[in-house]
Structure formats: structure tokens, C-alpha cells
Nanobody, 124 residues
């Protein structure tokens, strides 16, 4: 079904930038709503940013004005451009495939899928 692989994480000083990538393999062309979530040590996983099948974007308040979500035209790669990074942004970042546009049994099986995560560390 759908496979998600994150990359681009690393260590950066406060105020710096990183760009995360999520390679999306969707062999059944289900066209899932996509999102980035993150989980800091000792905390619950939280929503960061999402982009739905129509291209609409949304962000959690703490990253508005600093992060930008995007995807390529073929929707094979999703990106998260992170600027003005803060120590509180330190977390493992995960890409997520949510609801598919094409509501078939096969596509439904791939819904709510997660990548393996990529570590982002921001030092003060």
C-alpha cells in the first residue's frame, strides 16, 4: 500500500533552517491527504502542518510564519521548509497519509499510515 520515507533531519542552531522531505509511494494512486506530525521526548505526538488533496494548507499556531508545507506536482514528495527554528521544535518529525480521495477498499487500507520519522534537533 502507501509507503512513506522521511529524510532531511539533522542538528541546527536556533534561528537556522532545515527542509524535510517525505518520499511517497502510492502505487494505487489513492491521492491521500498528507501531513507532518512531530513528537518531542516525553510528549505526545502533535500535528504540525497538513496539505489536503486539493492543495489546501494549514499549520499549528506555533509554526505559522516559520514553516511552509509543499509537494511536487506528481505528489511523490512532500516537503516541510522550517525557518527560524527554535529549541522547542526539537522532535522526531513524521509524515502521515490520511484520507484518500478515491474511496476504494484498497485505498482505505492505506489510510492513516506513518513514516519512520526523522530527527530534528535545535540547539540554543
Amino acid at each position: 500500500l502507501v509507503q512513506l520515507v522521511e529524510s532531511g533531519g539533522g542538528s541546527v542552531q536556533a534561528g537556522g533552517s532545515l527542509r524535510l522531505s517525505c518520499a511517497v509511494s502510492d502505487p494505487n494512486y489513492c491521492n491521500y491527504d498528507m501531513a507532518w506530525h512531530r513528537q518531542a521526548p516525553g510528549k505526545e505526538r502533535e500535528f504540525v502542518s497538513g496539505i489536503d488533496a486539493d492543495g489546501s494548507r494549514n499549520y499549528t499556531d506555533s509554526v505559522k510564519g516559520r514553516f511552509t508545507i509543499s509537494q511536487d506536482n506528481a505528489k511523490t514528495t512532500m516537503y516541510l521548509q522550517m525557518n527560524s527554528l527554535k529549541p522547542e521544535d526539537t522532535a522526531v518529525y513524521y509524515c502521515h497519509a490520511g484520507r484518500p480521495r478515491f474511496l476504494t477498499a484498497v485505498c482505505d487500507l492505506g489510510a492513516n499510515s506513518w513514516g519512520q520519522g526523522t530527527q530534528v534537533t535545535v540547539s540554543s
